[in-house]
């Protein structure tokens, strides 16, 4: 087949969960024998490094971005919390890419038309008017729910108000997107559930993020430290992640001090907010973006990812249990992840939890040695990309025969 994949960011680098997804499923296809032609928006947060792409991909792929100004613009939000439509979907359209996609469109034909997330619904009719391929998006979360959340932890009564505006908004786009496309696909079985029971009638399947444990095996090289650390590792420009780690360090951090005053915490991820470093938090170290995420994960031993917000699944968390890392997450941040709580990870919702759980990480390491091979299993049996690929392609043909 011939996939024309539209995406709300460039896959490379990969500097967080969504970035990895969108170049999975470019991967899975291209190991399968596609051609897969990659069409991205690129913006200040997410900006086009060629250097950051494999040396082939840019041959393989076709790729071809546009440049979008999506800085948030005071008066424009406000003016948007008057109006059905989302400010935040809405700061991706641009003349320059519907251009673009008419001259693609125009010129060649494809198979399916594969788009990434609702940010790029403001050219689903282009690509209807230009292209009769069946069109299919991928549902990266359930986007209003992340900042339906937001708002419920939020202080701010302002800041608390447009949230819940933004939710709303968003929420009303989700439930009449899906009628726009033939079929969907969303990361996570919740996910899946939510939108099935708003479009019954519309082809939808989960499919989830899959791995190659052939990229991971560095975890068989790896000797537990004599003096364990904990971390986090996340792209911080997203906000879920940053007032997780924000409540993980006033709530949760002094206490683990008082049992553990010689442990540290390494708090690694692109775009860390200045605030973070004008924080007096004893014992706690800002890496910053690391340039391998997998050699950065072995030198650490317990991964935290005290997530409050959020939607879908967490790449990190899948790849750090790729690791045969121990993982200490709240329900939030295990969503979507068919993981039994002590057997595969750790659930903690409560600075309570997440104290007594860390100190028994600590105090067991053969305990945490067990759980690093469970969840390593678990990532081999239900995230193998070999399988997730097949049932990728059979969607897309299911998509082409109806």
């Known amino acids: 087949m011939k996939i024309l994949q539209l995406c709300h960011k460039p896959p490379f680098p990969l ?5 990895v997804a969108i170049h999975n499923i470019t991967d899975m296809l291209l190991k399968s024998g596609h051609e897969v032609k990659v069409v ?6 997410h900006p086009v490094e060629l250097k950051s792409f494999p040396v082939d991909y840019l041959q393989k792929t076709h790729f071809e971005s546009v440049f ?3 800085t948030p613009h005071l008066i424009d939000a406000l003016k948007s919390l008057f109006t059905a439509s989302s400010y935040h979907i809405s700061r991706f359209y641009s003349k320059h890419m519907v251009a673009l996609l008419t001259q693609i469109l125009s010129r060649e034909q494809f198979d399916i038309i594969h788009i990434e997330s609702i940010y790029m619904m403001p050219y689903i009719s282009v690509v209807r008017k230009q292209a009769h391929a069946p069109v299919v998006m991928r549902m990266h979360n359930i986007e209003h729910e992340i900042w339906e959340r937001l708002a419920q932890n939020e202080c701010n009564p302002i800041k608390k108000i447009m949230y819940r505006i933004n939710a709303r908004q ?3 786009i989700e439930r009449k997107i899906l009628h726009s496309v033939d079929g969907y696909l969303t990361i996570s079985a919740p996910d899946y559930n939510y939108f099935h029971a708003l479009y019954p009638a519309t082809q939808g399947e989960v499919l989830t993020f899959g791995i190659d444990l052939d990229n991971y095996d560095e975890v068989d090289d790896y000797i537990p430290s004599d003096k364990p650390s904990i971390f986090h590792l996340g792209s911080m420009n997203w906000s879920p992640n940053v007032e997780g780690i924000e409540w993980f360090l006033d709530e949760v951090w002094p206490e683990i001090l008082k049992e553990q005053p010689d442990l540290t915490f390494t708090i690694a991820g692109h775009h860390i907010p200045d605030k973070f470093y004008h924080r007096d938090d004893r014992n706690v170290v800002l890496a910053g973006a690391v340039p391998d995420a997998n ?8 991964m935290v990812v005290p997530l409050l917000s959020g939607s879908g699944i967490r790449v990190k968390i899948i790849e750090g249990m790729a690791l045969g890392k121990v993982i200490v997450t709240t329900t939030v941040g295990a969503q979507g992840l068919d993981v039994e709580n002590g057997k595969h990870l750790f659930i903690a919702d409560t600075p309570e939890e997440f104290v007594s759980v860390i100190n028994k990480c600590v105090a067991t390491p053969d305990l945490c040695s067990i759980i690093g091979e469970n969840a390593r299993e678990f990532i081999s049996v239900h995230h193998n990309d070999e399988l997730i690929k097949e049932q990728l392609v059979n969607f897309y043909q299911r998509m082409l025969k109806q």
């Open 15 to 19: 500097v967080d969960g969504g970035c």
């Open 40 to 45: 991205a928006i690129e913006t200040p947060k």
């Open 68 to 70: 979008v100004d999506t």
């Open 170 to 172: 968003l929420e009303r």
């Open 295 to 302: 050699a950065f994960m072995l030198d650490h031993d317990i």
